[in-house]
């Protein structure tokens, strides 16, 4: 099992930058990769970006060149940098965790935190 707790969410104005973390707890030794995801109202939840436990990044095409995943192996830590906030960036953010199994992967998932970007 593993838990997650994120946190930096908040409120900016459009072009501002904001900081999420994600603390990981449990099985973390198990963990292959993590990421982060968002949902917007009426939207279904998307991929942001994504970290393998080697450093392997993703990031959607939405975000590129404007957010940063990165992680802190010696914390446990895991963060998305978001700068040049726009308003459609507005949604709850959900970390997420990834465990490889043999015949299917598992995913846990923190408990969001809202990021609100005003125009």
């Known amino acids: 099992q593993v838990q997650l707790v994120a946190s930096g969410g908040g409120l900016v104005p459009a072009g501002g930058s904001l900081r999420l973390s994600c603390a990981p707890s449990?099985?973390?030794?198990?963990?292959?990769?993590m990421g982060w995801y968002r949902q917007a109202p009426g939207k279904e939840r998307e991929m942001v970006a994504t970290i393998t436990t080697g450093g392997v990044t993703d990031d959607s095409d939405a975000v590129k060149g404007r957010f940063t995943i990165s992680r802190d192996n010696a914390k446990n830590m895991v963060y998305l940098q978001m700068d040049s906030l726009k308003p459609e960036d507005t949604a709850v953010y959900y970390c997420?965790?990834?465990?490889?199994?043999?015949?299917?992967?598992?995913?846990?998932w923190g408990q969001g935190t809202q990021v609100t970007v005003s125009s």
């Open positions: 449990g099985s973390i030794f198990s963990i292959n990769g």
């Open positions: 997420n965790a990834r465990i490889w199994g043999n015949t299917r992967d598992y995913d846990y």
